[in-house]
């Protein structure tokens, strides 16, 4: 009786050591499942949990910083998470986007950037990231319908045949304004003078404002400049819109010529974008989930009547990451033939 008793003991410790072995080795076999489990498939489940920073690489004011923070707002609603725009000026941007670059690829660090990211891996030799292969595009938030070419009133000239003739004329001296070296309005006015034959000497100044408050000073004579920054001085009488670089004349000022019309080629200026990126290596159903809400917010009939009112001449956009990446490329191979024409170089 004894001997069965014992036998009975063993037996029942047997199967319990047995039965904690098989618990034990299940729950390795659920532990190495979910390490196993797609990096893609934890990302789509639990993104975002926290707050998302919108990197804008250039001073704060101004179009695309108006635009950043009225999308921002909308995706925060959209996301339940807060949507933090922070701006990182700098060397035509190049600063934010190096920290955007270095960013872990996880979807909490995006860049919104201008065309300046297409046009800076022509002009800087030492970047410390590379614009192809370390960012995914993954929308754009608008479109730039074109540029406005402008002249300081006190200039005898109402088109751009009479500006070209004037700078060809022996002892005049004209000059153009940008917000520095390399950006895209440098760019466009260099193209200008190439397709045009104008004769015109670059003055670079520290910003946007500066550029332009030159021009109404008449201490330079002419500039291209996207049309919300030049309007109000347009309006006033204090610049006189002569051309515009886009494909179809500005709503605005409907009598100015486009230069396609005048027989000239802008391609790489006839439209702009300001996208944003993410990280190379960001999973593909963040950047799904952030490109589906993004265009729903761009679709709405009432983001179009609050850009015609805070920044004409651009327009909601939301193409697809695929169709942006093309434009992306393309602006690319553009400006870096127009870089080569400007002999344009420098250092970040």
């Not at 635009?67 to 707002?73: E, G, K, L, M």
């Not at 034959?197 to 670059?202: K, M, P, V, Y």
Request: include cysteine; aromatic fraction near 8%; glycine fraction near 6%.
């Amino acid at each position: 009786m004894l001997s069965t008793i014992r036998i009975f003991k063993t037996s029942l410790q047997f199967f319990q050591s047995e039965a904690l072995r098989r618990a034990y080795s299940c729950c390795l076999l659920a532990v190495a499942a979910c390490t196993l489990l797609p990096h893609d498939s934890l990302a789509k489940d639990s993104y975002p949990d926290r707050p998302i920073v919108i990197v804008v690489p250039f001073a704060p004011g101004g179009t695309i910083d108006w635009i950043a923070r009225s999308v921002s707002a909308q995706l925060s609603e959209r996301l339940g998470q807060q949507v933090i725009i922070e701006n990182k000026p700098g060397a035509n941007g190049v600063i934010g986007t190096q920290q955007v670059a270095r960013s872990r690829a996880d979807g909490y660090s995006l860049l919104l950037v201008t065309g300046s990211f297409a046009v800076n891996p022509s002009i800087y030799n030492n970047l410390t990231y590379d614009a192809k292969k370390d960012f995914i595009p993954i929308t754009s938030f608008a479109k730039g319908t074109g540029m406005l070419v402008l002249v300081n009133p006190s200039l005898p000239v109402h088109n751009v045949n009479e500006l070209v003739t004037l700078s060809r004329q022996k002892g005049k001296y004209l000059n153009y304004s940008s917000p520095g070296v390399g950006n895209t309005i440098h760019l466009a006015t260099e193209l200008f003078k190439e397709q045009t034959g104008a004769d015109i000497s670059h003055v670079p100044y520290k910003g946007s404002a500066p550029a332009l408050n030159a021009l109404v000073g008449n201490q330079v004579q002419v500039m291209i400049v996207p049309p919300p920054l030049a309007m109000p001085f347009v309006q006033d009488g204090r610049l006189r819109a002569i051309a515009f670089t886009g494909t179809d004349r500005f709503s605005d000022l409907p009598q100015v010529p486009t230069l396609q019309e005048l027989g000239f080629e802008m391609h790489g200026f006839d439209q702009s974008w300001i996208g944003l990126f993410a990280p190379s290596g960001t999973p593909d159903p963040i950047i799904s989930r952030l490109y589906s809400e993004l265009h729903n917010i761009l679709s709405d009939p009432k983001e179009r009547i609050a850009f015609d009112n805070n920044a004409p001449g651009y327009i909601p956009d939301g193409r697809a990451p695929k169709e942006f990446s093309a434009q992306v490329l393309s602006d690319m191979k553009s400006y870096s033939r127009i870089v080569r024409i400007a002999n344009v170089s420098s250092e970040p």
